[in-house]
């Protein structure tokens, strides 16, 4: 047991230095223009989150692809940038680094969990779609060899642009169900070339895109990755894949690993009630009822990875758990998401004493009274839709701080819902507007 805690330092293999041990998990923002470009509010936004005491930030994905979204309001970095573009992200930066604040960009790809606002025909490891009720999601086709090529590229290009406009690190997201998620699961990636088949191969878009962006952005400039722990699926990408893929990332050089879990078609990472993950192999029953439920899942990687430190987000509510998980040196950075929607400055008030634990919000979150309309209900739709509005619940408490209020926490489920799935509408509209102008 080591005596790290919270407000302990924390010097990264690169030799950067991040001043505690709490970092913002990347949560989606839908801040962009219909252009797809950084605002103000995400300044204001990320400003608010710099004072509010954590270490590190990391950004909601930003795309690499223009033309396959997690949502209409991402940000896209994509060939030549605007002075606008540019501007923007400088100023998204100044405010997220102050108060010596690690403000690093989560770079992403949607692949096949592109919604259908958006496209009707995203792209995937293979030409398998995703298993969800509502249609949200056309039937995706396989990328070619170039077009995989092509997206390493773009990884590389975006890292070029984020450290270039005075972001402090960067995120290669491969977890959730997105791109490299897809590729590293043998149930959306059935290739037989050498981008599928082997775990070797289907890791190979992850390893290829981390080994350009250290080129793209040199020895001293953070890089690092959100790997899912499992996907929570029967044939899945497993914990013992997860485990193998991490060691090979450790040796290629990784500043910071991210713990996380789980895709669109089995959210375990949003800690929603009535979504329980599907074990693909035996778990310690306590892994369910620990504090932080990827917490075990990085114990085990900890042993397999020797040099890159460890993150590890969801479910961390209290500085006991926080300070548990660091001593026992399961993790090595806390990652919080969800509770610094309404307490942006919960980790300072950590740091400093005064809290000892974060409100669960999500626990009390429902459509309606009913077992019928509750998070646990048999019905997949409304299961589905309880999920949905937790998720719209906290997406409008940020964006409510982006325009300079403050969080609204009265607002009900059905209601943050209804308006959640209207400013989606409304921001998809405006973007397929611009595009066609």
């Not at 103000?40 to 400003?47: F, P, V």
């Not at 909601?60 to 949502?71: A, F, K």
């Not at 039937?139 to 890292?159: C, G, Q, Y």
């Not at 899942?297 to 209290?318: Q, S």
Request: charged share 25%; with cysteine; aromatic share 8%.
């Amino acid at each position: 047991m080591s005596g790290t805690n919270i407000s302990s330092p924390l010097t990264l293999p690169c030799g950067a230095v991040l001043k505690n041990r709490f970092a913002k998990g990347a949560m989606t923002e839908g801040l962009a223009d219909a252009r797809n470009q950084a605002t103000d509010r995400h300044a204001r936004l990320y400003g608010r989150w710099a004072d509010g005491g954590s270490g590190m930030l990391l950004t909601g994905n930003v795309q690499v692809d223009g033309r396959y979204l997690e949502r209409p309001g991402n940000v896209v970095i994509e060939g030549p940038q605007s002075n606008e573009q540019l501007s923007a992200l400088a100023a998204f930066a100044k405010a997220g680094t102050r108060n010596n604040t690690h403000l690093w960009m989560q770079l992403s790809h949607a692949g096949r969990q592109t919604p259908a606002a958006v496209t009707s025909e995203p792209v995937a490891p293979s030409a398998i779609e995703v298993k969800m009720p509502g249609g949200q999601f056309g039937k995706p086709r396989a990328l070619t060899v170039e077009e995989i090529k092509d997206i390493i590229e773009r990884f590389a290009f975006a890292a070029g642009v984020a450290k270039d406009t005075g972001f402090t690190g960067v995120q290669v997201h491969a977890a959730h169900g997105y791109l490299i998620s897809e590729f590293l699961n043998p149930l959306v990636n059935q290739r037989t070339d050498e981008w599928g088949g082997s775990l070797e191969n289907r890791a190979r878009l992850l390893m290829e895109t981390v080994k350009a962006v250290r080129a793209r952005v040199g020895a001293e400039f953070p890089i690092s990755v959100k790997l899912n722990s499992s996907d929570f699926q029967k044939g899945g990408f497993s914990h013992a894949d997860s485990i193998t893929v991490a060691s090979w990332l450790d040796k290629a050089g990784l500043d910071l690993l991210e713990v996380s879990g789980g895709n669109y078609e089995q959210p375990v990472m949003m800690d929603t009630e009535g979504f329980e993950p599907v074990y693909e192999e035996k778990v310690r029953s306590s892994t369910r009822k620990r504090e932080a439920y990827f917490l075990e899942y990085a114990a085990d990687m900890a042993k397999a990875v020797k040099n890159t430190p460890l993150m590890v987000t969801g479910g961390f509510r209290t500085v006991e758990g926080m300070n548990e998980a660091l001593a026992s040196e399961d993790a090595d950075v806390i990652g919080i998401a969800r509770p610094l929607c309404v307490e942006a400055d919960l980790p300072q008030q950590m740091i400093d004493g005064k809290i000892t634990e974060a409100k669960k919000w999500e626990k009390t979150f429902r459509l309606g009274p009913t077992r019928i309309l509750g998070p646990n209900s048999p019905i997949d739709l409304f299961r589905g839709l309880n999920a949905w509005g937790a998720q719209g619940w906290y997406c409008l408490q940020l964006i409510r701080m982006g325009d300079g209020q403050d969080p609204d926490t009265g607002m009900s489920t059905f209601k943050a819902l209804r308006r959640y799935m209207g400013n989606e509408q409304k921001a998809a509209k405006a973007m397929n507007a611009a595009r066609a102008a």
